[in-house]
Structure formats: C-alpha cells, structure tokens
C-alpha cells in the first residue's frame, strides 16, 4: 500500500529522498527500484519524472491507483484492483463505500456523473445519473404566495430531494464496463456500514459542526450520534446498521431493490410521512442515461468530459479554447496578467452558463456552438489586455454567433489503462439533512441546483433561466465536471473536485497547471486558486498569491472576495511513461491517492 498520510515506506537509502519526504511531510512512496533515480530529471521510460526541485511530490504506483476524498473508500478500490477488477469495478467499489465512509457527500441517496475511458476500445462513456424532480414537481414549488422565494424550502424541506441516481449510476457502469458482481464490489460497503468503522478527523468535526440540523431528523440522528445524544469521539466505532440493511437488499437485488423494492418502498413510505414528493412510480421511473462525451481539443490533447444536464465540461472546454492562443507560460502561472484573463474568461463562461444551460432532455442546450473554437475566438478578443470588465456589461453572448459545498470526486486508473473520473453528491454537505427512516440513507437537496425563480441565485450564488427551470422528472443543471485528459488516445490526466459552483474553474486550473505550466499532479493541485463566476462580480483568491499580485489585479478594476473558503478538493491521477501519478487535494483532511 502506499498512501498520501503513510509514512515513507520504502526500504531506499536514498537520503535525499528522504530529506525530500520528511520535508513536505505529505508524501509517499510505493516501493520502487526506480525510485533511486528520482534525485534527477530523466527521460528514460518507466522513470518517475520528478524533479529535484519540486515542492510537492505526489504518490508513485507502478500498477494502478484510486485518490478519493477519503482514505478507507481508497484503500477499497485499491483492494478491488489488487484482487484483479478493473477501473470501473474499483470505482464502483469506491461510490459504494463512499456512501459509508464519507456521509456528508458520498451518498446512495443523490446523484452525479461518470466519465470512463476504456483502453483497449479507445471509447469514452458519459454515464448521466444526476437525480431527477418528482412527477409531482412544478415550476413554482418553491415561491412564496407572493412570489418570492422560500430559502429554506429548496434546501432543507423534505421536497428538496429529487429522485435519487446514484444506485442506477453505479450498476450501469458496472453491468456495462466491470468484470466483477454487484456482491463482489457492494461487499466492502456492507463490511464498513454493519461492523463499522473508527471515527476520523474530518467526519467528526463535519457531524460536530451539522449536529443541530442533523438531530432535527430522528433517524439521521440516531444513525450519527449515540443513544444519548453525543458525538462519537476521535477512534470511537460507527457503525450504520440500517445502511447495512440498504446496501444488503442491493447486493441481493440489485437496483431494482432500490428503485422498486423493499428500499423504493421504505423511501417512499417517508417521503409520505415527512410531506415530500418522491411516489413509488418516479422511483421505477429512474434510469441512468448514457450520454456522448464532450471532446475539447487543446494543444495537442483531448478534453474528455461532461455534457449537460452538467454545465462543468461544457464550460471548461469553453474557457480552454478561450485561452489556448494566449502564452500563459510566458505570462507565468498566478501572475496578475494570467490571472486576469483566466476572470474574464471565467465570467463570459458563467454568464453563458446562467443563460444557456439546461437539462437536454427539456431543453435544447447549444453545446456544439459554446464549445467551438470559433465562439471562443470572439468572445476572447473582447477581453481587455489591462482592465477589467464588470459582470452588469457582459452577457450571454452566443448572439454574436450567428451551480458548506459539499460533493466529492474521486479518480481510478487501473494496469489497463482504463481510467474512471467519478463526482457526485448530495449538493450540500448531508443533502437536505433528512435520512429516509430505517434506509440509512442521506437525501439529496438537489432541486435547489434548479433554478427555483429566474434571475434568483441559488446556494452557489448562480443565477438561472428559463433552461433550468423546475419541471417534472428534469434534471438540475449541476456543475460537476469529472474528466479524463487524454494524450496519444491515453489517459493522461484524471480530475475532478467538489465545489459546487467552483467546480468548473478548479478543474480548469488543474488541466491548466499540467498542460501549460507542466507542473506534477501534486503541484499541479497544491498551487492556490481563483474562481469568478460572472456574479457577484468579484473574485475569489486563495492565500498564496501574492499581495502585489492582488494589488495588479485591483488596479485593473477586479474586485476580490475575502476567501469564503478554500477552493474545491481535487483527486487526481496523472499517468507518464507507465508511472501512476496520484494526488488527493493538500486542502482536505483524510483523503488519500493510495497505489499499488
Ligand atoms: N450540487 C452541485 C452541482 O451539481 O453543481
């Protein structure tokens, strides 16, 4: 095993490396005969390329890796490859355990979005299972009598839960793309969920901070905290028995348990009892969508991601195309000039998103013409080199033509060269805060991802039209954006983050930190980051950049944001020259690359 917090494991004397590991105290390393070679720069295949100068070194693997944002859920899929599944199987594996491990986002309960990439096949799948509004949803459902909206309602109420996708998400991919059984890759969930796991950092201060709303739902409570009402402490064993019961019903079912049986039912029989919309047709009515792959092309690589109802690949492509004439090398990374354009990019992007961007099932969503080279060309040459632009002057624009976040993401490679680039969630951090009584199981609140009025700004601040607005059995505009970066046909980068409305820019400046400042996958997520998203107009910039960046940039006219919170969590594989490359995000307590 080789892990992110594991302590350097190697049996190499190799004293500058290990200066190199005490150092940045974050690293490790599989053991490797080639690892004596990484004091150098090298070109000799099968190397790890490091360099002697790097400030953050990711994990090293020879045979596959798997970096989520929690270190049990890795260990699984890693487990799931070592016994011989593939990428597919591992991710799976790891969506399942996630659900356990990882409550506040990692779910059965919500939805999300899978990018696979097969090898031998040389095909790119988009597996659609964002969840989906009730027959019984309207447009309106969320106004006041007065036509204002009710806050609370799309957030917390028990209406705010669309179908969930999750189940039918992973049992596609698995069905389609895996070797192994529904048992097989459920088990390790099941294990975690009835004999339980220790209490960790992370997941204990996450329940500390959501513990009044989460106590305000009986069964959440029960199922969070003890008998009498505390908090399990630090290496305390929790244990989810009626999870255990939901996941078993699966493996024993398969989805149809889920959508039509004994889970459907007990769901369903709470959405009654608690006031919600959720009937026992909208469940068997969910099926997960397959859905043709966004492909960018950019200097050479191939941006493999998200189409809609996800708004991510399609803007990240935007931005990249936005961007690719421009030297942002020469500019430098994080400088005031690149900075600059990547805002204004960000803006026109987020403008078009608020505008265009819908389910594609209700409405017709102009992919091909925001994605192309051309839109990119004219909106690009409307960006000042030395000022900034206010968000009130720029619009939707494709006339000049003729979405506590709290997701998670998480990236498998195996020895094939599949790779799975994974993200959903239950939009905030415990979804509504409502578990289904005696299922286990966190509800999503991702009806509040649509928008609820036009021109009304959602939990992410973004605002919306017409194109996502509520509708029965829609999907919610979302801003996910797993993605796989292929070179020569191959896999090259895997990414993705939680992050709601950052997602999209926190993803870009992943790609961008490997593409154009040819930074390793560690670096490449340890630099800090910025996001605009057209409005509120002004910016977000992490701690990092600094103060004379920040002064350029507020003599050009951008105005910054005190920093809410730091920008999304990335899990990430990057794969040179038969070396797997992983990193889990330096901002996020717990999460893990594991390799083997
Ligand atoms: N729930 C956040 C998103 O889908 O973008």
Known sequence: MCSLFAVNTSKENNMKLKVLVLITSIVSFCVSPAIAQMGTES????????????????????????????????????????????????????????????????????????????????????????????????????????????????????????????????????????????????????????????????????????????????????????????????????????????????????????????????????????????????????????????????????????PPPSSGGVHLVQIMNMLEEDDLKSKGHNSAATLHLYIEAMRQAYADRSKYLGDPDFTDVPVDELTSKKYAKLTRALIPTDKSRRSTDIAPALNILAESPDTTHFSVMDSHGNAVSNTYTLNFSYGNHKMAAGTGIMMNNEMDDFSVKPGTANGYGLLGGEANSVQPRKRPLSSMTPTIVLKDDKPFFVTGSPGGSTIITVVLQSVFN???????????????????????????????????????????????????????????????????????????????????
Request: proline share 3%; net charge negative.
């Open 43 to 306: 070109s000799a295949a099968n190397t790890p390329r490091l360099n002697t100068t790097d400030r953050f070194i990711p994990v090293i693997a020879r045979n596959g890796m798997v970096t989520s944002r929690e270190k049990m859920a890795s260990q699984v899929g890693v487990d799931i490859l070592e016994n011989g599944g593939n990428a597919v199987d591992a991710a799976v594996a790891v969506g399942f355990a996630l659900a356990v491990t990882y409550p506040q986002a990692g779910n059965i309960g919500g939805g999300g979005f899978m990018v696979i990439h097969l090898a031998e096949e040389n095909k790119s799948i988009a597996i659609d299972y964002r969840e989906m509004a009730p027959s019984g949803a309207d447009r309106d459902m969320f106004l006041n009598e007065d036509g204002s909206v009710d806050d609370n309602r799309s957030k917390y109420d028990v209406k705010a839960s669309g179908v969930p996708g999750t189940v039918a998400g992973m049992v596609h991919a698995l069905e389609n793309y895996g070797t192994m059984s529904l048992k097989e890759v459920m088990q390790p969930a099941y294990d975690l969920a009835n004999d339980g796991f220790a209490m960790y950092n992370y997941l204990q201060s996450s329940l500390n901070g959501r513990k009044e709303r989460l106590m305000a739902n009986e069964a959440a409570g029960k199922a969070f905290y003890k008998a009498d009402g505390s908090s399990y402490n630090f290496g305390e064993i929790l244990k989810q028995k009626d999870l255990a019961w939901s996941l078993k019903q699966i493996m024993d079912g398969g989805k149809d348990a889920f959508y039509k049986g004994e889970v459907a039912k007990r769901i369903v029989a709470d959405q009654e009892t608690q006031g919600g919309l959720i009937t026992m047709e909208d469940m068997a009515a969910y099926v997960a969508v397959e859905r043709p792959v966004i492909v960018g092309e950019y200097k050479g690589h191939k941006i493999i991601t998200m």
């Open 514 to 596: 490997v593409l154009e400042f040819d930074m390793n996958a560690m670096a490449a997520l340890a630099e800090p980051r910025i996001h605009h998203q057209w409005m509120p107009d002004a910016v977000i910039i992490e701690d990092g950049v600094s103060k004379d960046t920040k002064d350029i940039l507020i003599g050009m006219g951008h105005t910054i944001m005190p920093m809410p919170f730091a920008l999304g969590s990335l899990s990430t594989i990057m794969y040179k020259d038969g070396i797997f490359y992983g990193a889990a995000d330096t901002r996020s307590m717990d999460a893990a690359a594991i390799g083997y």
